[in-house]
Every structure is written in C-alpha cells, then in structure tokens.
C-alpha cells in the first residue's frame, strides 16, 4: 500500500481538512491548521506531500522522523500543525486497513468514555451563569469560560472585581457539583495573575488556564505559590520537546496539547507519558472541528492521565457551519450525562461527508482573530 494523492480543502468556520488516498483507496482524513493562518498551514502541508507520495502510510514513526527532523528548521505552530494533520491521516488509514479504531493500536482502551466540556460566553464574557445553567441542563458536568476581556499589565481592581464575580455567578448558578475551567487565555502578566487567582480561589475553579502565554511559564511557580487552584497550559506548544521543559520546570497540574498543533496522536501520547511520569493530567485542547476531536478521543480512551476533553459544539467561533455539519454520522459524539462514548469504527472511528466538505470549500473562509488594544493604544493579547 502507497500514498497515491493529497488533497486539502478550507471549510468554514475556520478549518483545513486533509484528505490521503493510498493506491488501494483507503482514505484517511487530518486535520492540519492554525486558525488563522490556513493557507500557510495548507502551503507547508503541499511541500511535506514530496516525503510522502509513493511511500508507504503505515510507517507511521519513520514518515515523522522525516517530516520533523528531514528539514534544518523545526517545530513551532506552522510546522508542527501541518505534521499533526498528515500524521492524523496516516493513523485514520492505518485502522482502517486493520478494522480497529487508532486507539487499539495505542495499547488498547483504558476507559469506555471520555467526560467532555462545553464552552460558555465569548471573547469578552457575559451573561455566563445563564449560560451555565442552560448547558449543565443539556447534560455536560463540566464548562469553560474566558476569565476576562483584554489586560493592562497592571490593571484595575474593578476589572478583577468583575472577573471574579462573572466566576461567582457561574458557581452560583451551577454549584458545586460541576468543573468550571477559566480561561485566562494568556491575556494576563505574572502581576495580575498572581491577584487574579488568588481572588478566584474561593470559587473552586475546576482549573485556570494559561494564566500567562506559555512563553512566560517560568513564572508559573511565582503565580500560583500558595494557591491551591489547578493550573493548566499547553495549548500553544509543540512537540514533546516543548512538554520536557514545561514538566521539568513544574508550576503545571494539567497539560492540553491540541492534537493538530503538537505533532499529532502519537505524540501527544508520548507527551502524556512524560506527563503521566510527572503526575500531570491531561485534557487536550480542541477548539476545532470533527477530525481534530475524533482524534483526541482516540489519544483519550487509550491514556489514562486524560480526565477530560475540550470539544467545539456550540463554540462562539463556530459561526455559519458546527462541528457536527462534516459528519455522515453526527450520533458518534452524542453527549450523555457529560461524557462521550468510546468510539468503535475503525480509523479515526468517525466518516466524513465528503459532499458536505466539497460543498463547503467552495465557500472557504478567511478566519482572523481580532486584534486588541488596551485604552492608550497599546496592543495586547486577545
């Protein structure tokens, strides 16, 4: 069996799909993109297609090896996220040739569900308890919510003030019964972190998320000193050697790489491996579509330091098209009770509707996040 073509298709909201097709005709579908940076992602995908044309798909180790080390520069978001993608496929293809779901070829299931959230409010939140309350009703026991707009590095003590009681009345509305993740979203300096925490506390978030961008992780250890609040990062990271530092430095209680963007399924298994032997949890990021959470959930029921699963449903970026919209199947993800089932088909154990994702092409998309500004002018963080 050989890779005979390649063939990438931008569908809104903001995705990339790729598609393989081995000389046999099976097909196996990645998801390989940073949002907002598709066609970049999509250009060093049709470059890496040269190593992997005519070559066999189920050496999968061999093919990274050669994506990742085969050129001088490595690593970051556009290259890792464009491996992430091919690498999905290949393991698509490779249970589907067996007839066994990726994770049976991972060491087997360890789990027979994977507990899920769902996101609540926007980039600038409001009206959350309500929200809250509405998708707890829906069934999920858990949700996640930007903690706040944009930061000045030093910043008010009203604007902590309205963070922390947005977190009160999502408790409030929801109890104490049910994980609350807040996202801090990297848009807060050590300083104001450190006071954010410290006020949120009280409320017993679930975890607070990249409380600094991931390029300031050394303080994490200063932030979170005497807290006792789980304290997340990892989505804007690559590859196990990224998590090495990140694990050796410690300040870390949950790690989430994202499966498009850290070097794909294998890799974040051995990264959660290497977490797993620092007593970190895991819970991928997935902001994106089907292809990327079908793959987490494949890394999922086969880790058994992965406790819970970010996914897309309903998500404010999800404008126009919704993660079920590519499925031939939508009932593969039925939440029940907040948590998925285990996935059974072979492959990536999901099937694209490949009508729907040529028909959606055609409309693309040419997703940007914003780009803020604090009151003087300054950019910051969005």
Known sequence: MKIKSMELFKVPPRWLFLKITTDDGIVGWGEPVVEGKADTVRTAVEEMSEFLIGKDPGHIEDLWQVLYRGGFYRGGPILSSAISGIEQALWDIKGKS????????????????????????????????????????????????????????????????????????????????????????????????????KEMEPFKPMFIEEPVLSENNEALHEITKGSSVPIATGERMYTRWDFKRLLTQGGVDIIQPDLSHAGGIWEVRKIAAMAE???????????????????????????????????????????????????????VFEYKDGFVKRLTKPGLGIEINEDKVREM??????????????????????
């Open 361 to 382: 092409a055609k409309i693309g998309h040419q997703w940007r996040n914003p780009v803020w500004r604090t009151e003087d002018g300054t950019v910051t963080e969005w």
């Open 98 to 197: 067996l007839g066994v779901p990726v994770y049976d070829l991972l060491g087997g299931p360890c789990k027979d569900k994977m507990r899920v959230y769902a996101w609540i409010g926007g980039d600038k939140p409001s009206d959350v308890a309500e929200a809250a309350k509405e998708k707890i009703a829906q069934g999920y026991t858990a949700i996640k919510m930007n903690g706040t707009a944009e930061m000045e590095w030093i910043d008010s003590s009203l604007k902590v003030q309205e963070a922390v009681e947005r977190l009160a009345a999502v408790r409030e509305a929801i109890g104490p019964g049910n994980g609350i993740g807040v996202d801090f979203h990297g848009r807060v300096h050590k300083t104001m972190a450190k006071v954010l925490i």
């Open 277 to 331: 032997a620092f007593d970190v949890a895991v819970a991928p990021h997935c902001p994106l579509g089907p292809i990327a959470l079908a793959s987490s959930l494949q890394l999922d029921f086969c880790t058994p330091n992965a406790f819970i699963q970010e996914q897309s449903l309903g998500i404010h970026y999800n404008q126009g098209s919704d993660l079920l919209d590519y499925l031939a199947d939508p009932s």
